[in-house]
Every structure is written in C-alpha cells, then in structure tokens.
C-alpha cells in the first residue's frame, strides 16, 4: 500500500491528489526517518487482521487457505513472539476488545464504500 505513493513523490508527483491508504516511505528508506505511527489493517476472505505497534491481531485466523480458523481470536505481540505461537486473548482481553472494535470499523467502512461507489446495483449498472 506504501507502494504507490512512495514511487509518485520519487517520480515528482503529488500522492495527495489521491485517495491512498499508504504513504510516502521515501523519507524512512532514503534517509532513516521514523515512519510515524499508524495501524495497518488488512483482510483475506473473513479473515480480518490488524497491526498496532507491537501488537497483532487477527480475526478467523487461517494457516492454510480453505481450512477452518485456528482461532476465532488471535493476539500476538510481534516483538516477543515473532512466529506468533502464543495467544495472549485472555491475558490482554481490553486489548482485543479495542482492537477488534477497531478492524471491524475499518472493515464496515471498506464494505460501505465499495457498496456505494463500486455497486452495479446502486450505479444502475448491469454485469455481465
């Protein structure tokens, strides 16, 4: 998602005369800034998953695509377990309350944006 933006500025044009998810990283990569704070989300079929500093979350979890969730509800710190074996849900139960609250916002707002703007039904559309 940084992508694009960072190739735009790089190419002399202006990523804010676009509606973009990521941002410039030219800073971070050319000279070592600090990328500033933020929370990534994401999505694969149900899965929902996000990324706040140390800490990950991920909803419906799934090591292979097609198989059952492992875990309804999966929290991770990135930092002390990298391969993310252990589940702290019970231990950081506000925490994955804020966090789901948060990927599940996320995610209504994708599904309404795609409804209003990319529906065929609401631009009075047919697919074929």
Known sequence: ???????????????SAYELDGIDILPYVAKGEPLPDRNLYWEQGDQLAMRCGEWKLVLNGRLVEGAPP???????????????????????????????????????????????????????????
């Open 1 to 15: 998602m940084d992508v694009f933006p960072t190739m735009l500025t790089a190419a002399g044009g202006n990523p």
């Open 70 to 128: 492992e875990d309804a509800v999966h929290l991770s710190k990135i930092d002390e377990d990298m391969s993310e074996n252990r589940n702290l849900k019970d231990a950081q139960t506000h925490l994955v309350a804020e966090f789901t609250h948060a990927v599940k916002s996320w995610h209504a707002g994708i599904e309404e944006r795609w409804e209003r703007e990319f529906s065929v039904k609401k631009q009075g559309k047919t697919s074929h």
